[in-house]
């Protein structure tokens, strides 16, 4: 469906914008108001990683007056691979300034506000207020459900965008014309059931194919040109190189954007989608070690069987020395087990800790009580133990 334009347009344009924006203004239907739009238009882009990295960099050269960037993290040599707003030189610097650094260079007449901070249900409101349309590059679902009930709080449209692997996944979220976020996912997923890009992984130009969308979708918005992804949602397959889109309704029943709402204000997310499950929890309250106990454990030559529970490729790239591997799968189907010595402590690790958590209930809970996990896993070994080993 088309929606009417977003923004107002301004006044004018230079001579010089005139000159840069020269291949929209000859579009009929971009033109000058359209690009008069973009000029007055306010983008708050959340993230400046692998899908914020393109959308800020197209968004600057399409002429958006102003952008606004919420990232707190800093950026590291494993983000080049795909977060192509930031360079070798860029490594260790802030992802926000980073990217305003790379702004800067493709266009001058764009305005960067940078907010350096985690985005979290004490400042989200006062943040987003001051934007015409959000555009969500996140890539955990703690902050994805935050974004989305602050805009329908705001009645402020969202780009969506998600990746992992060759898989991409693109929609418009705008609560006064369509569905939500909840209308598509009502619920997270349970704590550990969908691998983050930094377990599975990312090919790193999916990140500019959906980009790339979140960009196209942002400005037909602003402009009110051409039908948006609203109620439709957008899946791109990369290995098969296919495009498809499906439906998406408003749900009537929806606990923000419904007839009834039971989310009328912002709620604890980390909470809501919980970062590990109450089992993976509890069993981790009173086992988990440190990469510095574990080392002790080896150099003492300790009673120990210790387990990987990554995948293949992950333990090709590190391994802890000693460390068997275990993938979690088998440990929930509960095939790994019979692997389990009755000997020797059994000491489970991961790349963070979070699948090693989930490993650990289930072992605990078929009589290994006094398995432990280490928190933090190869990540934390690398950074405290021998950083000589490479880090992903």
Not at 194 to 200: I, K, M, Q, T
Not at 276 to 284: H, P, R
């Given at each position: 469906?088309?929606?009417p ?32 739009r ?13 899908l ?32 192509i ?25 764009v305005t ?16 987003f ?29 969202y ?6 692997r060759?898989?991409g ?24 059931m ?7 992984g ?19 918005l602003?402009t009110?040109i ?15 190189m296919?495009?498809?889109?499906v ?19 912002l ?8 970062a ?19 080392k ?47 000997d ?11 699948r ?33 080993l490479?880090?992903?």
């Open positions: 469906m088309s929606l334009p977003l923004v107002e347009p301004a006044a004018g344009l230079s001579v010089d914008e005139v000159r840069r924006y020269s291949r929209h203004l000859i579009i009929p239907d971009v033109g000058m108001a359209g690009q008069k973009l000029k007055n238009a306010k983008v708050l882009i959340v993230g400046a990683g692998g914020g990295s393109p959308a800020l960099l197209y968004l600057a050269a399409a002429g958006v007056g102003t952008l606004g960037i919420v990232d707190f993290d800093t950026v590291d040599e494993s983000n080049l691979q795909r977060q707003i930031h360079g070798i030189s860029d490594v260790g610097k802030p992802k926000a300034q980073s990217a305003k650094e790379s702004i800067a260079e493709i266009n001058p007449y960067v506000v940078l907010h350096p901070e985690r985005l979290d249900s004490s400042n989200v409101m006062e943040i207020a001051g934007y015409d349309l959000i555009v969500d590059g996140t890539d955990n679902f703690a902050t994805r459900y935050l974004v989305n009930d602050a805009c329908v709080l705001l009645h402020k449209p780009v969506w965008g998600s990746i992992y060759f898989d996944q693109a929609s418009v979220f705008w609560a006064d014309y369509g569905p939500c976020y909840r209308c598509l996912y009502p619920e997270p997923p349970p704590p550990g969908v691998p983050s890009c930094a377990e599975g990312v090919l790193g130009v999916l990140c500019a194919s959906i980009g790339s969308i979140q960009v196209n979708e942002a400005i037909k602003i009110g051409g039908d948006p992804l609203a109620g439709r949602l957008m899946i791109y397959d990369a290995l098969e296919s495009y498809r889109t439906r998406v309704n408003k749900d009537p029943e929806c606990a923000v954007c419904g007839k009834n709402p039971t989310v009328t204000e709620i604890d997310y980390d909470a809501f989608c919980g590990v499950s109450d089992e993976a929890a509890e069993a981790a309250a009173d086992s988990t070690i440190t990469a510095t106990d574990l002790g454990m080896l150099d003492r030559g300790d009673a120990i069987f210790l387990v990987d529970v990554r995948e293949p490729n992950e333990y090709e790239i590190v391994s802890i020395p000693g460390a068997t591997l275990i993938p979690k799968g088998e440990f929930l189907s509960g095939a790994a087990l019979e692997r389990l010595p009755q020797k402590r059994v000491v489970l690790h991961c790349k963070t800790g979070v090693s958590a989930d490993c650990l209930a289930v072992v605990k809970n078929a009589g290994f009580s006094d398995a432990v996990h280490v928190g933090g896993g190869v990540l934390a070994w690398v950074s405290q133990v021998d950083p000589s490479p880090s992903y």
